[in-house]
């Protein structure tokens, strides 16, 4: 079985080094994709063999006139790439744990990472959109949220940018236009290309911290105790596809908003929960938020969980006093933050207006409100349309999020676990209906949102399979809709939303029991011991969602308890009754 794992991982390698001669083909920025070969030689030779390889899985494509060929090559080795990570996935759950079963991990992630940071071509161009926003924040001593980048024609940058965002001042977060400010800072000891490329090595160490965070973050803050389910719940964000491919390959920002949101959960990872660990994972939060405004989400229902916390009878008006002060003070170092990362910007109203635009929905594109206003649009007029989907959706999201907070205040109330598993059930759920039912425009990358926080809820946890599963089934997907545009039918966007869907309501994974009673009954150690004390506590209490893998282990208990309780009463005497008396050993 462990050669059979080493057989996925070479085939996840195998896909990406294809993907070398198929991003050359398909770059969106094929002039910087020249110059970045001309500039590294060493990036020649093994995009040389990469391109025999590839013929081998698409003969003729870069001979062809059209771009098809590729696009079809590319699509096929997405979805090789990701029916081999989830191969992998069950050969690890079936895998005992062993000493070099970690190391085989980490050492393929870092190979997947060190591939795609060579990957010559990018298929998106946000990564030359932030080279500008950041030129012009420090080059040209300009603000990015009210100059657009079409006010500089004649800077090398503006033709490697999509034509729809020339008009377009950032929508990123603050902190975000401040990192471009410094990397441009940094990066004019660089030629251009070196400047563009300092954002993929930017975003590879962030992948690398993210990684670290989580590994160290699952034992503690999730359920998960034996290294085997640990190890499991890691490679589902390691190996992913989706992150991979677009935080390292093609350097999306949304790397830094995740790492940001996995090092706010830090704090959340200690045994007893005070004001303390709240206020600084609040904080956190709003760090992450102010690179991309998405992970408000979580730190919405990190609030609600807060709020929500037990208060002790005695002392009561003492403790709501603290409890108000830590509040308070959260509120004021959230203002303080947001008012430094702002400082060079904020001019209002004209800095809020691009990120107004874009929360309101400007953009339409691979989402189900445009889907549902294009029906729509057989009977009326087509804005119209458009205008009550998006009125629809959010008043049913709101509604949703109403809901959702009741679920997280009663969770909250029964302790801190139960805080801390809400909260994270809460985060990938709302983060998952805010990407299908709300926006209206979506990509691929988008979609590592709630990837980011499905390890803690392990893979048996259908919540978490299912934002696995979307992960993986919008790499192939979306780039394919993304390349040939109209020539795919609506529908086609229809099975993409419910395909994942009913594979994860129709496909239980199975849990083997072998390795979790082992665990239970202290064959792995500390981990066992910590798996069966859970166990034993949470009996008769609310299972957090999907845990199969929690269900199976009390479930051995019980039956250990009952095996107990038929045979006590055997062994149980009156209190009054006679002590038999010990048989003598022989003549006195």
Not at 52 to 80: E, Q
Not at 312 to 330: E, I, K, N, Q, S
Not at 388 to 397: I, P, Q
Not at 471 to 491: E, F, K, N, Q, S
């Amino acid at each position: 079985m462990l050669l059979l794992l080493v057989g996925c991982a070479a085939v996840i390698e195998l896909g990406w080094v294809i993907c070398w001669p198929l991003s050359y083909t398909l770059s969106n920025g094929s002039e910087y994709t020249i110059t970045l070969l001309n500039d590294l030689p060493f990036l020649g030779p093994p995009l040389d063999r990469a391109i025999g390889l590839a013929y081998l899985v698409v003969p003729g494509f870069a001979t062809s006139t059209t771009i098809d060929p590729a696009v079809h090559g590319l699509v096929a080795t997405f979805i090789l790439i990701g029916l081999s990570y989830v191969a992998a996935l069950a050969l690890l759950q079936r895998l005992p744990p062993r000493p070099g079963l970690s190391c085989l991990v980490w050492g393929a992630t870092i190979l997947f990472d060190l591939t795609l940071l060579g990957m010559p071509g990018v298929l998106t161009t946000d990564i030359f959109s932030y080279t500008l926003y950041g030129r012009i924040s420090f080059l040209y001593r300009l603000n990015p949220y009210t100059t657009v980048p079409a006010a500089f024609p004649n800077d090398p940058v503006l033709p490697w940018m999509n034509t729809i965002w020339l008009d377009q001042p950032s929508v990123y977060g603050p902190l975000w236009t401040d990192v471009g400010w410094l990397m441009t800072r940094i990066g004019l000891a660089f030629d251009l290309t070196g400047q563009v490329f300092a954002y993929k090595v930017l975003m590879l160490l962030v992948h690398l911290g993210s990684l670290g965070v989580v590994w160290w973050l699952i034992p503690r803050i999730g359920v998960i105790s034996a290294p085997s389910a640990r190890l499991v719940a890691f490679a589902t964000f390691a190996w992913n596809p989706l992150v991979l491919f677009e935080v390292v390959g093609n350097a999306h920002n949304d790397g830094l908003m995740l790492l940001l949101l996995l090092l706010a959960l830090v704090p959340l990872a200690a045994t007893r929960l005070d004001h303390a660990h709240w206020s600084a994972a609040t904080l956190g939060i709003a760090l992450s938020a102010l690179v991309k405004f998405t992970t408000a989400l979580p730190g919405l229902w990190l609030l609600v969980a807060w709020l929500g916390q037990p208060r002790a009878r005695r002392r009561r008006p003492r403790r709501h006093a603290v409890g108000w002060l830590w509040l308070g003070g959260t509120g004021l170092g959230l203002l303080v933050v947001v008012r430094l990362s702002y400082w060079r910007w904020l001019e209002l109203p004209a800095a809020l207006a691009p990120l107004l635009g874009a929360a309101g929905g400007n953009l339409y594109g691979n989402s189900l409100v445009d889907l549902v206003a294009n029906t729509l649009a057989a009977w009326i007029d087509l804005d119209t349309a458009r205008l009550l989907a998006k009125l629809v959706s959010r008043l049913a999201f709101v509604g949703y999020l109403v809901w959702e907070a009741l679920q997280v205040r009663a969770a909250a109330r029964q302790g801190p676990r139960q805080a801390r598993a809400a909260v994270l059930r809460a985060s990938v759920r709302s983060l998952l209906l805010l990407l299908l039912l709300v926006l209206t425009w979506t990509e691929p990358w988008y979609f590592t949102w709630p990837v980011a926080l499905a390890p803690f809820l392990g893979w048996p946890s259908r919540l978490g399979r299912l934002a696995i599963s979307y992960a993986i089934v919008a790499l192939p997907t979306l780039y394919l809709r993304y390349y040939l545009g109209d020539a795919l039918p609506d529908a086609f966007f229809l099975v993409f939303l419910l395909a994942p869907l009913l594979a994860c309501l129709c496909y239980p994974i199975p849990v083997h029991k072998q390795h979790h009673e082992k665990a239970l009954e202290g064959g792995q150690g500390a981990h066992g011991q910590r798996l069966g004390e859970r166990a034993a506590a949470g009996a008769g209490a609310q299972q957090p969602d999907g845990w199969q893998w929690h269900d199976v282990a009390q479930q051995r208990l019980e039956r250990l308890l009952g095996r107990q309780r038929q045979v006590q009463p055997q062994q149980r005497q009156p209190p009054d009754a006679p002590r038999p008396r010990p048989a003598p050993d022989g003549p006195h």
